[in-house]
């Protein structure tokens, strides 16, 4: 079992700055890849970064250039520095850990962290 909290959100302008944090406890040495995702209300959900173990960073072609997924090395945290934000991020952001064990695939989820951005 993996648990996931996420922090960081809020109400920011246009163009500002914002940095969420996900604290992960339990089995975290299993999980192969974290991410982060993200949900507008009427929207599914969406990728926004994921990170590796080995520190590989993938991010969607629209997420590149304002977003930076980061972690520490024993997975208790991960991080995701968003910039230049716009209204369209506004969406609830939710932490991932994915754990791939004898081929079955299991998600854990945080409860998310709300981020607002106003014109």
């Known amino acids: 079992q993996v648990q996931l909290v996420e922090s960081g959100g809020g109400l920011v302008q246009h163009g500002g700055s914002l940095r969420l944090s996900c604290a992960a406890s339990?089995?975290?040495?299993?999980?192969?890849?974290m991410g982060w995702y993200r949900q507008a209300p009427g929207r599914e959900r969406e990728l926004v970064a994921i990170i590796t173990r080995g520190g590989t960073t993938t991010y969607p072609d629209s997420m590149k250039g304002r977003f930076a997924i980061s972690g520490n090395n024993d997975n208790t945290m991960l991080y995701l520095q968003m910039n230049s934000l716009k209204v369209e991020d506004t969406a609830t952001y939710y932490c991932?850990?994915?754990?791939?064990?004898?081929?079955?695939?299991?998600?854990?989820w945080g409860q998310g962290t709300q981020v607002t951005v106003s014109s």
């Open positions: 991932n850990g994915r754990i791939s064990l004898f081929g079955k695939i299991t998600d854990y």
């Open positions: 339990g089995n975290t040495n299993t999980m192969h890849v």
